[in-house]
């Protein structure tokens, strides 16, 4: 089983929220940044290292959050806590980032502007950010 990992970065009380620009199915939705993890590689290794490439962030990454989203028979997406501690995010592959509170992200879910598969965590993370 590969794994993609997903960072859930709280700051201020406010959740970053990347926008992705592929594939054509999702590009112009927002997730929480991330990708696979690499053979030999912690999630936590590997999120802090997709976070730096994607954003530019130093992030130390820390408990998982919600449950594990099935994408393919043998692919699953698994969100992580995650603190910046150096940096601020600018965006590499994504077309933009923001930074949302409860009732946004609760708003951008209820409009269909996250990605399906990070909307699983709503609950979860909205309980973070209150
Ligand atoms: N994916 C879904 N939600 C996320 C992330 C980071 C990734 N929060 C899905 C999109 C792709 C796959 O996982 O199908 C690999 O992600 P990436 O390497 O394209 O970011
Ligand atoms: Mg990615």
Known sequence: MREVVAGAVISNGLLLLAQRSYPPEVAGLWELPGGKVEEGETRARALERELAEELGVDVVAGEQIGVGVPL????????????VVGGNPE??????????????????????????????????LAELLT
């Not at 393919?72 to 603190?83: F, G």
């Not at 949302?100 to 979860?124: I, K, N």
């Open 91 to 124: 965006p590499t592959e994504h077309t933009a980032v923001r930074w949302v509170g409860a009732g946004a992200l609760r708003q951008m879910a209820a409009d269909g502007e996250l990605v399906p598969a990070d909307a699983v965590w709503l609950e979860d």
């Open 72 to 83: 393919k028979a043998d692919l699953v997406l698994v969100a992580l806590l995650a603190t």
